[in-house]
Structure formats: C-alpha cells, structure tokens
C-alpha cells in the first residue's frame, strides 16, 4: 500500500489543474505553467479542489507508479506557486562566478572561463562572485542544471575546493605528512 500515493493534493487558490482522458496534466499558476504527460494506467481525478491518484490494479509497475505520479502532480503544483531553487557555493583561491546578460561566466582555474547559457525556464542568480542561485518552477530542470554546474569542479576532498551545494558536506581526508 502506498502511503504517499494515497494521500490527496490541495489545489491551492489561484492555480488551476486540467487533466485530460490520456493523463496529460498541465497546471497554470502565478509563477507559470507546467505540462506534463503521465502514465495512462493510472486514474487521475479532480474532487472537491483536490487531486486523487489512483492505480487499477495490485500488480508491481502499477504500485510503484503509484506514488509516483502523486509526487510529480504535487511537484508541478508547488513550481506554480512557490517555485524551486538550488544554491551552490564555490570554495577556492580565485575561483569566482559572474553573471553577464543570459550567460554564467564560470572561472575555475582552467585556462579559459566556461560560459553557459541559461537554459529556457530556469533563472541563475549569482549574488556574490562565490555565490549561484539556480531557481525555476520545474524541479527536475533546476536539480539538472545546477548538478551541470557543480560538474565542472566538483569538491575534491583534500584541500575542500570546488562547486557544492550549501547544504553539502565535504568530507576532508588528511594529506600524506612529510619528515
């Protein structure tokens, strides 16, 4: 039995769900709009300002995507409304980010800076030279491009220098000692 998958999801005011008979679902809010195409076995249906996810049968695909559609509709209705962000910090002696027009311009300590342009639907913030803010309203978009980002100088444990998330622990190994 799934305990996530049961549980109803509160339409909240000023966002609006539509779901077709193939279980497109597409949800508008003040932030935007998100579309996405799910499994058709599972029964998706609008009650009273909620959203009920149900799956046809006991078998195992059906109960694994049980939750999982649950999850994703839950997730495109809290992209509308509050939206989602992940902040990376970079450590390192001249490591540094900038931000110029729709280009991140990253300095890493290779011999060229890497430039990224944002992707479509996704904003970077950089606040301060050692600072990124990734923010959008879908959460799979926002979680791949900064894991983009922090490829390129991922922590290395020693010295703790590289692109992490702030919420990240770096665990740091001793260095080998000399005589």
Do not use: W
């Amino acid at each position: 039995m799934s305990r996530i998958g049961l549980k109803p999801i509160d339409i909240p005011s000023g966002v609006e769900v539509k779901i077709n008979d193939k279980n497109y679902v597409e949800v508008k809010g003040p932030k935007g709009q998100i579309a996405e195409l799910l499994d058709p076995d599972m029964e998706i249906k609008i009650e009273e300002n909620q959203i009920l996810v149900n799956r046809p049968t006991e078998n195992k695909r059906h109960k694994s995507l049980h939750g999982l559609t649950r999850t994703l509709i839950a997730n495109m209705i809290e992209g509308v409304t509050n939206g989602y962000s992940k902040a990376l910090e970079i450590q390192g002696t001249g490591y540094r980010a900038q931000k110029q027009g729709k280009k991140l311009v990253l300095n890493l300590g290779f011999s060229h800076p890497i430039e990224l342009e944002d992707p479509e639907g996704i904003e970077v913030e950089v606040p301060q030279p050692n600072q990124i803010i990734v923010k959008g309203i879908n959460k799979q978009q926002v979680g791949n491009y900064a894991a983009v980002i922090r490829e390129f100088r991922k922590p290395e444990p020693y010295k703790g220098k590289g692109i992490k998330y702030t919420d990240e622990v770096v665990r740091r190994k001793v260095g080998k000692t000399g005589k």
